[in-house]
């Protein structure tokens, strides 16, 4: 080694470090591959598929491992709020996913419909040994829904009976009485009444139905809110004398300005005549209805005032809701269903309007119906645009037929 020239000592200690070199990054390479053998068999990777199915769909999903810990959530899971990380953490929701992960078999909590707190259905189901897929779907809407649809069919079935008993029993009375023509014509009236109350309802109920549906496109024409709201007050005019009641019209809107909208004209009809009715019902005799008609920066407002007796407080916050009667007992005795106001907000909200309400006891109350207008803005500039778009029309046309170089005279008139 003493004699060994120092050129090739130093060529055999860089073979040397190149060799260790190797050796080691071998050594880092093949541990790293077995980390990773070593990790894929304690946590194989999660199927793309199901991945791919879980993002596209609008429920709740989430994908847990054998130690009960989160590995995946889909979008929406991401951003849901009805169920927390604090629900997926309960020792009773672990408990069913262990069970699931051990046996295989899947797992279903529906909502209890006695516990308003309860309203998420969940579905859990084992994924290839060492995964679990936790499905969530909230239906605190669909039970609020399906609470409305029941309490609405309770309602019309206690609103019903009462008349069709009533007109069983007077025909049977009517029978009995049939050598009194004096009883028998006042079991008619009476008859004449329940029937007319009945018609009314399932009316109303109809009104409702078709307030609560979807204004499809094809339903949509325009319709003149003046002459709508005229045509109601004249309607009711003679009604409005049987109670001994005056119709008086106030529009202090633009008579230039057209009000029209886009909608069904029945329904929108419907729900200016129950303002009307309710109005006069409620005025004393030898009162005043007035309707106003007026233009404001959302729309027009049609403003229905009586001088009855007012609406407590306590009972406005439910004055729109179906069958409430502030007084059940006038109402039922005078005709009225309970359905009017609800019908009119339906309506209202349904052709993107709405309707709101002030009263005070001993001085009257006054509803207002706010109407989205077809055209709202612009209607005195569209004849200035037509007329501007037909002087260019006829300016190009002179100047076509003009020889050339010379100006047209509307040209000359309109650069002087």
Known sequence: MRDMDPTALVLVSVALGVIIGAGTTVAIVRARAAGKRRAAEMRPELPEIATSILDEIDTFAVIMDASLTPVYAN???????????????????????RRVMSTGIPDTHEPDPGNPSDTVRIHIVRLQRRFVVVLAEDLGEEQR?????????????HELKTPIAAIGLLSEAVQQAADDPELVRDFAKSLVKEARRLGELSRDVIQLSEAQSTLRPEDRETVSIRDLVRGEVESHRAFAAQHGVELVVTDDAELDRPATILGRPTSLGSAVANLLSNAIRHSPDGGRVGVGMSFDKSGFIVTVTDQGEGIAPEHLPRIFERFYRVDGARSRGEGGTGLGLSITRHTMRAHGGDVDVWSQQGVGSSFSLRFPLHNPSGSGKKPKRIKKAKRVVRVAAKEAAAPPGQPSADHEKGSQ
């Open 145 to 157: 829904v399906n609470a409305m649809r029941r309490d609405f069919i309770a309602n019309v079935s």
């Open 75 to 97: 979008p929406t899971a991401r951003h849901e709020q009805h169920v927390s990380g604090e629900q997926i953490r309960a020792p009773e929701f672990l408990s069913r996913v």
